[in-house]
């Protein structure tokens, strides 16, 4: 499709302007720019019909399945979006005298105990803008703790080599030194590799659970008191809450801090730019280091901010994506105590029921047919037999209307497709892909080589990812 | 399968070393780079940077992820191969003549493999 620019025609707009009702004021000729910038001069009628064409091309929950895994791509109730478009929440800035906008921050402060009380945690922040934003900002509580502590010696953060990428990317950018450790058999945490890793200069272990292979480790508890008897802290990598809210609390299984992701496990806008937000908890005893200001209640109920004396200071303009929290909220009330649970688990049984399904059909499982809300499927014994790969199969689902799984991730598993169905698809939906599944693995069987040019439908194919890494380009080129 | 040059010495994390009059050079191994897929990025240390025997001192990205890449000795940065940040495909293409950093003050050299016990390590690996 065309470029803006090139749908361009000059002196074409739709700019009309009232008349001027203000004294006209000369400008200083130095202040003025000699050149019209370079903007496409089209009509609003084909600026909307460039969007609307772009948006075609997209694919969205809202257009079909999308399993991919570790992005818990649930459905977003549309009562979220209601709430958060109520005048009292929209219309209002955030210098107005916090006696003017009670309602607001009531809001944050139910969010901030309902999180709490899902996460097993004391307090809670809900700054940070996304789940990598929030890793970071609970790696400076951890680095605050030590240094409050007189202990400078805490340089080192340990992550499974199974950890989602930002984990030791944000342990780099909070000053640490990332110490990975291998998984076991099981695809959990290696006991006796975290043992020899941990000492006087471990500052924190980070951990995703259940992990990225869709697996609950079954020593957590022991995971956290090695890292404890070291003198190290334990950080929740909350990306896979999703599989155990309501059932299972990381402040119960022994980590001091969490962030949680409301974009994937509360059902807020995720992709297309979110926006994100990845509030982060802890214990009280790392309450002191939250970014302020926060939420505080005083007895008559007033709420009001405060600075938490020792914090390590703003890590966002403000409260935070404050709407999307609204959403959030919206979501926890709307299941309520049960429905929280609920959805856990029927995202469990649905990664269960697809898993065995799959299995069934002849995909390889590489740890098991028992999952939690996702699992991998090693697409390695399928490539050696046929050729088709990871990244062919996910391309050929394109072609059926639905958005690939997440490829070649976790890192421990070569051609590893990872599935996440969330617990807003219908059992019809799941019995299709298996279909779909089956299909592309007797292609694969019949005629490999045509999967290679997979897909076929779409207006764009195989981009060339190397090529545009390499050698970007990163504006318009004019012709001139 | 990979090449393996025979005079050359490597490393279990797949760098490949050479040594000529108390200088290292280190690179990463064609079965590395046939791993890791087509390199995008590559950042190098600086000369006068100090380098661990067994931990990073570079890192490669490739379309599908960032990996470190491991020091086979303890020293210090005496040249870097800056050409490699215009053309991490070069990786790709000579890796064996794409080498990254040369050490020298080298006070300590980590388990090193000759060609044969590397191209053993290869097999399991695979």
Same mark, same amino acid.
């Given at each position: 499709?065309?470029?803006?620019?090139?749908?361009?025609?000059?002196?074409?707009?739709?700019?009309?302007?009232?008349?001027?009702?203000?004294?006209?004021?000369?400008?200083?000729?130095?202040?003025?720019?000699?050149?019209?910038?370079?903007?496409?001069?089209?009509?609003?009628?084909?600026?909307?019909?460039?969007?609307?064409?772009?948006?075609?091309?997209?694919?969205?929950?809202?257009?079909?399945?999308?399993?991919?895994?570790?992005?818990?791509?649930?459905?977003?109730?549309?009562?979220?979006?209601?709430?958060?478009?109520?005048?009292?929440?929209?219309?209002?800035?955030?210098?107005?005298?916090?006696?003017?906008?009670?309602?607001?921050?009531?809001?944050?402060?139910?969010?901030?105990?309902?999180?709490?009380?899902?996460?097993?945690?004391?307090?809670?922040?809900?700054?940070?803008?996304?789940?990598?934003?929030?890793?970071?900002?609970?790696?400076?509580?951890?680095?605050?703790?030590?240094?409050?502590?007189?202990?400078?010696?805490?340089?080192?953060?340990?992550?499974?080599?199974?950890?989602?990428?930002?984990?030791?990317?944000?342990?780099?950018?909070?000053?640490?030194?990332?110490?990975?450790?291998?998984?076991?058999?099981?695809?959990?945490?290696?006991?006796?590799?975290?043992? +020899?890793?941990?000492?006087?200069?471990?500052?924190?272990?980070?951990?995703?659970?259940?992990?990225?292979?869709?697996?609950?480790?079954?020593?957590?508890?022991?995971?956290?008191?090695?890292?404890?008897? +070291?003198?190290?802290?334990?950080?929740?990598?909350?990306?896979?809450?999703?599989?155990?809210?309501?059932?299972?609390?990381?402040?119960?299984?022994?980590?001091?801090?969490?962030?949680?992701?409301?974009?994937?496990?509360?059902?807020?806008?995720?992709?297309?730019?979110?926006?994100?937000?990845?509030?982060?908890?802890?214990?009280?005893?790392?309450?002191?280091?939250?970014?302020?200001?926060?939420?505080?209640?005083?007895?008559?109920?007033?709420?009001?901010?405060?600075?938490?004396?020792?914090?390590?200071?703003?890590?966002?303009?403000?409260?935070?994506?404050?709407?999307?929290?609204?959403?959030?909220?919206?979501?926890?009330?709307?299941?309520?105590?049960?429905?929280?649970?609920?959805?856990?688990?029927?995202?469990?049984?649905?990664?269960?029921?697809?898993?065995?399904?799959?299995?069934?059909?002849?995909?390889?499982?590489?740890?098991?047919?028992?999952?939690?809300?996702?699992?991998?499927?090693?697409?390695?014994?399928?490539?050696?037999?046929?050729?088709?790969?990871?990244?062919?199969?996910?391309?050929?689902?394109?072609?059926?209307?639905?958005?690939?799984?997440?490829?070649?991730?976790?890192?421990?598993?070569?051609?590893?497709?990872?599935?996440?169905?969330?617990?807003?698809?219908?059992?019809?939906?799941?019995?299709?892909?298996?279909?779909?599944?089956?299909?592309?693995?007797?292609?694969?069987?019949?005629?490999?080589?045509?999967?290679?040019?997979?897909?076929?439908?779409?207006?764009?194919?195989?981009?060339?990812?190397?090529?545009?890494?390499?050698?970007?380009?990163?504006?318009?080129?004019?012709?001139? | 399968?990979?090449?393996?040059?025979?005079?050359?010495?490597?490393?279990?994390?797949?760098?490949?070393?050479?040594?000529?009059?108390?200088?290292?050079?280190?690179?990463?191994?064609?079965?590395?780079?046939?791993?890791?897929?087509?390199?995008?990025?590559?950042?190098?240390?600086?000369?006068?940077?100090?380098?661990?025997?067994?931990?990073?001192?570079?890192?490669?990205?490739?379309?599908?992820?960032?990996?470190?890449?491991?020091?086979?000795?303890?020293?210090?940065?005496?040249?870097?191969?800056?050409?490699?940040?215009?053309?991490?495909?070069?990786?790709?293409?000579?890796?064996?003549?794409?080498?990254?950093?040369?050490?020298?003050?080298?006070?300590?050299?980590?388990?090193?493999?000759?060609?044969?016990?590397?191209?053993?390590?290869?097999?399991?690996?695979?």
């Amino acid at each position: 499709m065309k470029l803006l620019f090139e749908r361009s025609v000059a002196g074409r707009g739709q700019t009309v302007f009232p008349q001027l009702d203000v004294p006209e004021v000369a400008f200083d000729q130095a202040l003025l720019r000699r050149d019209m910038p370079r903007l496409p001069q089209m009509a609003e009628v084909d600026l909307g019909r460039h969007y609307t064409e772009l948006a075609s091309q997209t694919h969205g929950v809202n257009d079909g399945f999308y399993p991919l895994g570790s992005c818990t791509m649930k459905y977003n109730p549309r009562v979220n979006e209601q709430v958060a478009a109520l005048p009292g929440f929209t219309d209002i800035h955030p210098l107005q005298p916090v006696e003017t906008a009670q309602g607001c921050l009531r809001a944050m402060h139910e969010l901030e105990a309902m999180l709490c009380e899902i996460c097993g945690m004391d307090a809670m922040t809900l700054q940070p803008a996304a789940g990598a934003h929030g890793e970071y900002t609970g790696l400076l509580l951890i680095r605050a703790h030590h240094l409050a502590n007189g202990d400078t010696a805490r340089t080192k953060i340990i992550v499974p080599d199974s950890a989602h990428g930002t984990n030791p990317a944000s342990a780099v950018m909070a000053g640490f030194t990332v110490v990975s450790v291998p998984s076991n058999a099981q695809g959990g945490v290696d006991l006796d590799a975290l043992r +020899a890793a941990v000492g006087p200069d471990t500052a924190g272990l980070m951990l995703t659970n259940p992990n990225t292979l869709g697996l609950f480790d079954p020593n957590i508890l022991q995971i956290c008191q090695i890292v404890h008897e +070291a003198g190290g802290l334990c950080y929740y990598d909350g990306a896979n809450l999703n599989a155990v809210m309501g059932h299972a609390r990381p402040g119960d299984m022994g980590f001091d801090c969490v962030h949680v992701n409301l974009h994937k496990t509360f059902s807020t806008p995720h992709g297309g730019g979110g926006p994100g937000s990845g509030p982060v908890g802890c214990k009280a005893f790392l309450a002191p280091y939250l970014p302020g200001p926060r939420v505080a209640q005083d007895a008559d109920g007033h709420l009001s901010f405060e600075q938490p004396e020792q914090s390590v200071g703003k890590v966002r303009s403000f409260y935070g994506n404050f709407l999307v929290a609204v959403r959030a909220l919206t979501y926890i009330l709307t299941l309520g105590r049960e429905g929280i649970p609920e959805a856990s688990s029927t995202a469990v049984l649905n990664a269960n029921y697809l898993a065995h399904l799959l299995a069934e059909a002849g995909y390889d499982l590489p740890y098991g047919e028992r999952c939690m809300h996702e699992f991998v499927i090693d697409c390695g014994p399928l490539k050696a037999k046929t050729g088709v790969s990871a990244m062919d199969v996910a391309k050929r689902l394109l072609d059926f209307g639905i958005h690939p799984p997440t490829m070649y991730f976790p890192l421990i598993v070569h051609e590893a497709l990872m599935v996440e169905p969330t617990e807003t698809e219908a059992r019809e939906t799941l019995d299709e892909f298996v279909q779909m599944m089956t299909a592309i693995l007797e292609e694969a069987h019949t005629d490999g080589e045509r999967l290679h040019g997979a897909p076929f439908t779409c207006p764009i194919g195989r981009p060339d990812e190397v090529t545009a890494a390499r050698k970007p380009h990163l504006r318009y080129e004019f012709g001139e | 399968m990979s090449t393996i040059p025979a005079e050359l010495r490597y490393t279990t994390s797949h760098e490949w070393v050479s040594e000529e009059d108390g200088t290292y050079t280190i690179g990463l191994t064609d079965y590395a780079q046939d791993a890791l897929g087509d390199l995008v990025f590559v950042n190098l240390p600086q000369e006068g940077d100090e380098v661990t025997a067994g931990e990073a001192f570079a890192d490669v990205e490739s379309v599908k992820a960032v990996s470190d890449v491991f020091s086979p000795v303890t020293g210090v940065v005496v040249e870097v191969n800056e050409a490699l940040l215009d053309a991490p495909e070069s990786i790709n293409e000579d890796p064996y003549g794409a080498w990254f950093v040369r050490v020298g003050e080298v006070s300590e050299v980590g388990e090193l493999l000759d060609a044969d016990a590397y191209a053993a390590h290869c097999e399991q690996e695979a």
